[in-house]
């Protein structure tokens, strides 16, 4: 039974080295390809063998991730069948675990090959960096600290899953716990967050110690490969090559200066229109005016006309990139029993196509959400000519830029969507969650600098860090009586316990997107152009060039955000 909504696509390509009836869930029969690789090496004599060489290592590479994706996406759609589940696990348990030091074992090879620093640049410019820092980071003594690390990340998540409270004589996650705090009752708000808050300090002692146990390791980690604190080797780590630890602390002090006062402008605004003496945390998501949720469509079929309305009125060539999906069955849209919550987009890399996966019931949040994940989508597809598989995808930090961009472009013809006054409104929410997004980013990226650059502190030093950083960051909101809820607040974080310094990238991707739709003001033709040129890049250039050549500057300081953020101030004045 094909539990998939596409069923097999054929290779954007036609497979070369990859046998075509290979089975790539039987390890048994991957293995000798990686055999073949790295003898095939040695023998790659001339320029034109060894790239040869890497575009069957690509194949091959594409292959595996496209298998991987398959399985994955069968069994988030499918979370109640035995079959998707034990083919996921199978994957995971028997092929992956060989995966990572055959590939590691390939980068070597190439790190080391005589023909190496032929390969023209700046062609390879990228590539060759990437694979350099990959080889030159590892330490066979790190091994068995990041599988204690990962058993670490479990116990982690296993005590935040367990988090429940009995709310009025139902047992409720904290999650669903969230939608309370959009209730017109200010009374049934503040219970709630009470609630949820009395919860998630009675983990306190046990979130404060992973976290001591987290930094322990990940220092020697660091220390092991060379590197003073686990910062630099972060850095290093996910390839920080066109921007540094410093440039980081002046975003921290842009969104200071230039982004604080659009924050509290926001806040004190809020506060008015609920008509409340002080701004609490329990009064942040409710709509001021006490209006209705916005109802945006009634069943998917409708919320994907809609959306492909946007999209040619945006550009036709995203219209027919939206449609191709469509014809392909690449979209699993809505929300049913035995499906994953969330969505994301996955890329089926030899077929070179994009599946959008998502939960939508009818609110505005799933119109953000198709308009995000369709950006990633095609972004997917304007790499699909690149052969070279690690090109295929791009930075986080650009990958962003693509999504983020789509919200916002998209947001101009939402009234595909809505009446006038709705669609103003759902502009205003968008727009109000992108500037405040920003304060809590450099919350959670300045903190883990702190952290991990004062390895030896004490758990008060930690806990005075982290609340100097919310009186900094933290707006017009009134936290009296509630000082511990505060300081703690950091331990919802998953990001600051699973995966250290991996926040700031969205802030960056943000500033870019911005800039994409403040181009887009006064010159859309040429800035959707410019959008659709950088996408196609995918990561074969560094970021600063896919940044320019989406028409912006990859620069965080506070020349490059304050005319973005007057821009979203005059546009929310405007709603």
Same mark, same amino acid.
């Given at each position: 039974?094909?539990?998939?909504?596409?069923?097999?696509?054929?290779?954007?390509?036609?497979?070369?080295?990859?046998?075509?009836?290979?089975?790539?869930?039987?390890?048994?029969?991957?293995?000798?390809?990686?055999?073949?690789?790295?003898?095939?090496?040695?023998?790659?004599?001339?320029?034109?063998?060894?790239?040869?060489?890497?575009?069957?290592?690509?194949?091959?590479?594409?292959?595996?991730?496209?298998?991987?994706?398959?399985?994955?996406?069968?069994?988030?759609?499918?979370?109640?069948?035995?079959?998707?589940?034990?083919?996921?696990?199978?994957?995971?348990?028997?092929?992956?675990?060989?995966?990572?030091?055959?590939?590691?074992?390939?980068?070597?090879?190439?790190?080391?090959?005589?023909?190496?620093?032929?390969?023209?640049?700046?062609?390879?410019?990228?590539?060759?960096?990437?694979?350099?820092?990959?080889?030159?980071?590892?330490?066979?003594?790190?091994?068995?600290?990041?599988?204690?690390?990962?058993?670490?990340?479990?116990?982690?998540?296993?005590?935040?899953?367990?988090?429940?409270?009995?709310?009025?004589?139902?047992?409720?996650?904290?999650?669903?716990?969230?939608?309370?705090?959009?209730?017109?009752?200010?009374?049934?708000?503040?219970?709630?967050?009470?609630?949820?808050?009395?919860?998630?300090?009675?983990?306190?002692?046990?979130?404060?110690?992973?976290?001591?146990?987290?930094?322990?390791?990940?220092?020697?980690?660091?220390?092991?490969?060379?590197?003073?604190?686990?910062?630099?080797?972060?850095?290093?780590?996910?390839?920080?090559?066109?921007?540094?630890?410093?440039?980081?602390?002046?975003?921290?002090?842009?969104?200071?200066?230039?982004? !604080?006062?659009?924050?509290?402008?926001?806040?004190?605004?809020?506060?008015?229109?609920? &008509?409340?003496?002080?701004?609490?945390?329990?009064?942040?998501?409710?709509?001021?005016?006490?209006?209705?949720?916005?109802?945006?469509?009634?069943?998917?079929?409708?919320?994907?006309?809609?959306?492909?309305?946007?999209?040619?009125?945006?550009?036709?060539?995203?219209?027919?990139?939206?449609?191709? !999906?469509?014809?392909?069955?690449?979209?699993?849209?809505?929300?049913? &029993?035995?499906?994953?919550?969330?969505?994301?987009?996955?890329?089926?890399?030899?077929?070179?196509?994009?599946?959008?996966?998502?939960?939508?019931?009818?609110?505005?949040?799933?119109?953000?959400?198709?308009?995000?994940?369709?950006?990633?989508?095609?972004?997917?597809?304007?790499?699909?000519?690149?052969?070279?598989?690690?090109?295929?995808?791009?930075?986080?930090?650009?990958?962003?830029?693509?999504?983020?961009?789509?919200?916002?472009?998209?947001?101009?013809?939402?009234?595909?969507?809505?009446?006038?006054?709705?669609?103003?409104?759902?502009?205003?929410?968008?727009?109000?969650?992108?500037?405040?997004?920003?304060?809590?980013?450099?919350?959670?990226?300045?903190?883990?600098?702190?952290?991990?650059?004062?390895?030896?502190?004490?758990?008060?030093?930690?806990?005075?860090?982290?609340?100097?950083? !919310?009186?900094?960051?933290?707006?017009?909101?009134?936290?009296?009586?509630?000082?511990?809820?505060?300081?703690?607040?950091?331990?919802?974080?998953?990001?600051?316990?699973?995966?250290?310094?991996?926040?700031?990238?969205?802030?960056?991707?943000?500033?870019?997107?911005?800039?994409?739709?403040?181009?887009?003001?006064?010159?859309?033709?040429?800035?959707?152009?410019?959008?659709?040129?950088?996408?196609?890049?995918?990561?074969?250039?560094?970021?600063?060039?896919?940044?320019?050549?989406?028409?912006?500057?990859?620069?965080?300081?506070?020349?490059?955000?304050?005319?973005?953020?007057?821009?979203?101030?005059?546009?929310?004045?405007?709603?």
């Amino acid at each position: 039974m094909n539990l998939l909504p596409f069923g097999k696509l054929p290779p954007a390509k036609p497979r070369t080295f990859v046998p075509r009836d290979i089975d790539l869930g039987d390890w048994a029969q991957i293995a000798p390809l990686f055999d073949v690789l790295e003898r095939r090496a040695a023998q790659a004599e001339s320029l034109s063998a060894f790239e040869r060489w890497l575009l069957d290592w690509s194949e091959l590479s594409a292959a595996l991730d496209e298998e991987s994706a398959r399985r994955n996406i069968a069994m988030t759609c499918h979370t109640d069948n035995a079959d998707a589940e034990r083919a996921y696990l199978h994957f995971v348990e028997h092929v992956e675990p060989h995966l990572k030091p055959r590939m590691f074992a390939l980068e070597k090879l190439y790190v080391a090959h005589p023909q190496r620093p032929n390969l023209p640049k700046p062609r390879y410019e990228v590539f060759d960096r990437d694979l350099e820092n990959h080889v030159t980071l590892f330490r066979p003594e790190n091994v068995a600290l990041e599988t204690e690390e990962s058993k670490l990340g479990q116990q982690y998540q296993k005590l935040i899953g367990a988090q429940t409270v009995n709310f009025r004589g139902e047992e409720k996650t904290l999650v669903q716990m969230g939608r309370y705090l959009e209730e017109p009752d200010r009374a049934l708000r503040q219970e709630a967050w009470e609630l949820v808050s009395r919860r998630r300090l009675q983990d306190v002692e046990a979130c404060e110690a992973i976290l001591d146990e987290f930094i322990r390791l990940r220092t020697k980690i660091a220390r092991n490969a060379g590197f003073a604190n686990y910062r630099d080797y972060a850095f290093r780590q996910k390839g920080r090559f066109d921007y540094t630890p410093d440039d980081c602390r002046q975003f921290h002090d842009a969104i200071e200066s230039e982004i !604080m006062p659009a924050v509290r402008e926001i806040q004190t605004n809020r506060q008015t229109e609920l &008509k409340l003496a002080q701004l609490r945390p329990w009064d942040l998501a409710v709509d001021p005016f006490n209006r209705a949720p916005l109802k945006p469509f009634t069943g998917v079929n409708e919320m994907v006309a809609r959306t492909r309305k946007i999209f040619d009125k945006l550009d036709p060539a995203l219209a027919a990139n939206f449609q191709e !999906m469509q014809d392909l069955k690449l979209l699993d849209l809505d929300n049913r &029993k035995g499906k994953a919550p969330g969505g994301y987009q996955s890329t089926l890399s030899e077929a070179r196509v994009p599946f959008i996966f998502m939960n939508a019931v009818g609110v505005q949040r799933d119109v953000e959400t198709i308009l995000h994940e369709a950006g990633h989508a095609f972004h997917a597809q304007a790499t699909r000519t690149e052969d070279l598989y690690a090109y295929r995808g791009a930075p986080i930090e650009f990958c962003e830029v693509a999504s983020m961009s789509m919200e916002l472009l998209g947001n101009e013809f939402i009234e595909e969507f809505y009446a006038p006054l709705e669609a103003n409104r759902a502009r205003k929410t968008h727009l109000e969650g992108v500037i405040g997004f920003f304060p809590w980013m450099a919350v959670v990226d300045a903190f883990q600098h702190w952290l991990y650059t004062n390895p030896d502190h004490t758990r008060a030093e930690r806990k005075a860090a982290y609340v100097k950083l !919310m009186e900094r960051f933290g707006g017009a909101v009134d936290w009296t009586g509630l000082e511990d809820a505060r300081a703690y607040s950091w331990h919802r974080q998953l990001h600051i316990f699973l995966y250290p310094f991996y926040y700031v990238e969205y802030g960056i991707a943000q500033l870019g997107a911005l800039q994409v739709w403040a181009n887009s003001r006064r010159d859309k033709a040429k800035s959707l152009n410019d959008y659709k040129r950088a996408l196609a890049l995918g990561a074969s250039r560094p970021l600063p060039e896919l940044f320019a050549t989406a028409g912006c500057r990859f620069s965080f300081d506070a020349a490059t955000i304050k005319p973005l953020i007057q821009l979203a101030r005059t546009e929310l004045m405007k709603l």
